[in-house]
């Protein structure tokens, strides 16, 4: 079973996260773990954080000669703004925040939450996910994630192949596929700073390539539709999941909701088995396990809940109304969400994939894929 977890505070030593059950034999590059750390620091409208940290994987275990062992892979990224022995707490919670429902649960500070809600704590969960997107590439399927609307600005997709879109993405500032929408979009969340306010937005992450009969319809907790909403509702911020049409499907008649199903024999040997979907309203799953099509995944994330033009709020020590107290913050978070949701979605779907191929090693995986193939063919 492919799982990790994640220890570390948000202006602690260090963050760290345990892989655990990856396969052997994985010849691993830390430096495409750093780019997707760098994409992660990055987006218009990050707060000055970012300009401290640096973030780098060090990869602490379960690696020798850079190929992987089977055994426990700690992943470790270093904090460059480590002063938390010296910051004081916090006595006025903000709304949106963990402030009151943690300290009145712990018994304790403010500080001693929001050092462990913050969303500083992604940097490993993205390294975690990095890592598991070598593994996924192995098998030839990719996860690729952007914003879709931000600020309640749906931004138009330009169309292209995975390649094509990622170039796009990355080109932009914004991390959609459409570079054009950039400026007014870098206005609005520059405007919204200047207001003492922030701003959420919508995030698609699609996984290409992905064989039948990942996940299982046999237990609950083994659905991946059900587990890759938990995976993405455990992202700070996120308040909402869509699994293809979402939330859409409820509002139109089956016969408008539910993807065909052809075949084209000379379709047979790519992920599809020559299954052909004309629509993929599904999102690539039904009943959660997946059908040969993209994974395609929605998100809501709301927006950063510190305000410099703080809401009301109590001080906690006299109860006294007060302002909600101010830290340092983003006032738009939207397109690093994107890059962590692409990277815990990966996480996820590479679960999966080791319960159905086996996680001891990849050469097994890979004879275990091949014969899944030969056999799914013949159904
Ligand atoms: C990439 C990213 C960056 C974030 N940056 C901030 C921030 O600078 N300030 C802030 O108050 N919240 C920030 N958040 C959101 C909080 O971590 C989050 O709202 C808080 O932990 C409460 O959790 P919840 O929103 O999931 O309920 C960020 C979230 C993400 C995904």
Redesign the pocket.
Known sequence: MLRYWTAGESHGKTLLALVDGFPAGLEIETDSIDLELRR?QGGYGR?GRQNIEKDRVEVMTGVWKNVTLGSPIALQVINKDYKLERLKDLERP?P???DLAGAVKYLGSIRGILER???RE?AVRVAAGALAKQLLRVFGIEAFGYVAELGGVAIEPKPGTLEEQRALRDQSAIYSLNPDQDEPIKEMIDQCGKDGDTLGGILEIRVEGLPFGLGTHAQWDRKLDGRLAQAVMA?????GVEIGLGFEAARRPGSQVHDAINYESEQQDNPTLGYQRPTNNAGGLEAGMTNGQPLVIRAA??P???LRKALDSINLDTKEPQRANYER??VC?VS??SV?LENVVAFEVATALVDKFGGDSIQEMRARWDLFHEMAKKR
């Open positions: 992660r707060g903000r949106g925040h963990g809600a913050s969303a992604t992202v700070q911020a996120i308040k994330k709301k950063i809940s510190t913050s983003d978070a690093a969400a962590i």
